[in-house]
């Protein structure tokens, strides 16, 4: 027998292709992950260059050194973005983790040519080349080489840097005039950039992705797609001052304000008395993320987004101030939200409306850029005057009478839309309270009429009819009697839901001085790597479970009546859900894309999924498979949703008994207990009293297949 003998694996060169074909699958993926590399390496700008023979990415990132470019780049499935997490200098939370950049290389063409220059060796720039078509002749991908070399850097990156990573792929492998490639790519990338406005200067902690192109209306799809987040707002302010004559007299600002779905521009001037400011303006967008989103975007990534970026900034000639934004509540926004205030106290008396201030947006709804020009300022002013200034930290303004001006112009247009968007929901409320028949009034009249005419009829049938109205009287009174039951139960929900609200809002704040604190731990070279990592897992499960109130917290939410998507509605309530349905499998695929919800509020649908899914995880805490299936279909005019659960089921002709107040059939092990949700036996009273509002059936049904639990929610539906 011979002796062992160590031989080493072959891998077939074919195997990159199709390693990039399913790793990647699409071309405008394969160049966003190009996109996302740049990001991961802290550059502030990308540039796109397509052609048709060519595609050209660069970048000002960090670049990279010959060590890291033979370990990094030229390893396939490399897993040091797993390791590393955040990106060396800014701290981004790393978007790459396959190590498929060579691979989306490979699938965008035949050849690719990547020049580097690391900030650690400013002078020198790292090229290489590789030919993929001779890679596949090798037929051996061990035996595949890129031709590298080194050589003085001769120029510039983008934005005129020193540094940063330049990647050219010719042998194009895909027609990129198919607008649809540039469409996609921006949806995959809208989330990195940075929504800076276009006098903004570029700052090292913005990302910025710019696309050029000869062939026709690629640039110009791509730009479009790439603002579509921005462009989804509930509303829009635009205000500008006419300063005063001189300092010290009076301003007078103007504001204008359009509704998404109002064509019509509103506008107001504000006089701004005793006045130190000769230069402002500013523009708001306010959004209410909740619905299907136009461009398909999600609403849980647009919340992201708008909680990552939003808030009020200042921009002083272009250059952020890095003081304002949602770390600072430079506007009283939120202190305003948590002493409950009703009443502007800088709109004039003829604009205030009863209650209106509770509809101030919160900074998480905002985004705002506010310009000013300090030294414009300074050149206006007179030596006794107090002008618009920087402070000593150039981070942040002086606080005094100019800055005093720039505030209460910026919260007096808040404030004003405010008490429109009040104004809108008061109106709104009316249409709807006209368009309900008065049934006590109407049932009186029926019953008086066919007591005037009781004589013309045949006395079976006057009898007969009589019953029926007096039976429908007295099933009036009935309700009337629940439903004054029901309120009391209601005013207990409700006095729960605003402590729960003000707890949330506070738990909110916390949060915000955290993620701060968490920031500057990132950056500080001291701070352990381990208990930064444990912070921010505990931030983001914290955040996570804040989505329970979203729909709560949200005016918009809890007022707008619309018939909402089923399916894209029943995804967002499960992500709602996810805080306290751990480990429970959740399938909507079978509910139909055009199903559409009676109308009602994002907040009422949103309990009634809430409370449903809560009941049927906690039937499930003692089971093995724990698996919520909801489905939809149609009987003649009626829909109708099923959610089935593998919990302990439910003795139909028992029920409906489970829909009064209180009454509990799960009996939870001792064990487990701490793991159930609600506990109170309200959560499917608070369903029915829900679908009475609504005008939907609420009941348990047969289930079906292995399921135990049915839950079947069914409606009159109509062609609206």
Not at 20 to 45: F, H, Q, T
Not at 222 to 234: A, E, G, N
Not at 250 to 270: C, K, N, P, T, Y
Request: proline residues 3%; neutral net charge.
């Amino acid at each position: 027998m011979s002796s062992p003998e160590q031989i080493p694996f072959d891998v077939d060169a074919a195997l990159l292709r199709e390693l990039g074909e399913r790793l990647v699958g699409r071309a405008d993926i394969a160049l966003a992950e190009l996109v996302k590399n740049a990001y991961d390496a802290d550059a502030s700008l990308v540039h796109i260059q397509i052609e048709k023979d060519k595609i050209v990415v660069e970048d000002n990132g960090h670049g990279m050194t010959d060590g890291e470019f033979r370990s990094f780049w030229m390893r396939i499935g490399s897993p040091h973005k797993l390791q590393q997490r955040y990106s060396r200098e800014l701290r981004r939370p790393l978007t790459g983790s396959k190590g498929v950049g060579r691979l989306a290389v490979q699938f965008l063409g035949s050849s690719v040519e990547v020049a580097t220059t690391a900030s650690a060796v400013p002078s020198v720039e790292l090229t290489a080349t590789v030919d993929w078509t001779q890679a596949e002749k090798k037929k051996d991908l061990t035996k595949v080489v890129a031709l590298l070399q080194s050589s003085d850097r001769s120029g510039n990156y983008c934005d005129g840097s020193r540094r940063g990573t330049r990647i050219t792929i010719k042998g194009l492998s895909h027609d990129w005039s198919d607008l649809d490639r540039a469409k996609n790519l921006a949806s995959e990338l809208w989330q990195l950039r940075s929504p800076e406005p276009p006098s903004a200067r570029r700052s090292a902690d913005t990302f910025d992705i710019q696309l050029a192109s000869s062939i026709p209306l690629v640039q110009e799809e791509f730009r479009q797609q790439l603002l579509v987040p921005l462009d989804i707002w509930h509303a829009l302010i635009r205000g500008e001052l006419k300063p005063p004559e001189a300092a010290g007299d009076a301003g007078e600002l103007s504001v204008s304000m359009r509704f998404r779905d109002q064509s019509q521009i509103q506008q107001q001037s504000f006089v701004i008395p005793k006045c130190y400011l000769f230069s402002l303006s500013f523009e708001i967008r306010v959004y209410a993320l909740f619905g299907r989103q136009q461009a398909a975007i999600a609403v849980s990534n647009a919340r992201d987004y708008i909680s990552k970026h939003g808030g009020i900034k200042i921009y002083d000639s272009g250059f952020r101030l890095p003081y304002y934004g949602l770390e600072h509540d430079w506007l009283d926004i939120e202190v305003d939200h948590s002493h409950r205030k009703s009443e502007s106290q800088f709109l004039p008396d003829a604009l205030q409306v009863p209650g209106g201030l509770s509809n101030v947006p919160t900074q998480t709804r905002l985004l705002g850029y506010v310009y000013v020009n300090t030294g414009f300022e300074a050149s206006n002013a007179r030596p006794a005057d107090e002008y618009l200034q920087i402070q000593v930290t150039r981070d942040r303004l002086v606080d005094n009478l100019a800055y005093q001006n720039l505030r209460s112009c910026v919260r007096t247009a808040i404030d004003w839309y405010a008490m429109r968007e009040t104004v809108r929901r008061i109106q709104e409320v009316e249409q709807e309270v006209e368009s309900f028949p008065q049934r006590d009034a109407q049932i009186a009249e029926v019953a008086q009429i066919i007591a005037q005419h009781a004589p013309e009829l045949p006395k079976r049938q006057a009898r007969e009819i009589t019953r029926n109205i007096e039976a429908v009287i007295d099933r009036q009174a009935i309700s009337q009697e629940l439903l004054g039951q029901n309120m009391n139960l209601l005013g207990a929900l409700a006095t729960a839901g605003m402590f729960a609200l003000a707890f949330e809002h506070e738990i909110s704040r916390q949060l915000t001085v955290l993620e701060t604190l968490a920031a500057r731990m990132k950056a500080s070279s001291k701070a352990s790597f381990e208990l930064v990592d444990e912070l921010d897992k505990w931030i983001r499960r914290a955040r996570q479970t804040r989505t329970i109130f979203t729909s709560l917290s949200d005016e918009e939410s809890r007022r707008k009546r619309q018939r909402f998507n089923a399916k894209s509605a029943i995804e967002q309530f499960v992500s709602q859900a996810q805080p306290f349905m751990s480990g429970v499998e959740i399938d909507w695929e079978d509910v139909d894309s055009a199903l559409r919800l009676p109308s009602g509020t994002f907040a009422e649908w949103s309990a009634v999924f809430q409370n449903v899914f809560a009941n049927a995880a906690n039937a499930m805490i003692d089971k093995k498979t724990r698996r919520i299936a909801v489905s939809s279909g149609r009987s003649g005019r009626r829909a109708f949703l099923l959610i089935q659960d593998t919990g302990t089921g439910v003795d139909l002709d028992e029920a409906d008994k489970l829909f009064e107040p209180f009454q509990r059939k799960v009996v939870i092990s001792k064990e487990r207990r701490s793991l159930a949700v609600g506990g109170t036996g309200l959560g499917l009273t608070i369903v029915r009293l829900i679908s009475r509002n609504l005008n939907f059936n609420v009941s348990f049904a047969k289930p079906t297949g292995h399921y135990a639990t049915c839950l079947k929610i069914d409606w009159q539906e109509t062609s609206r």
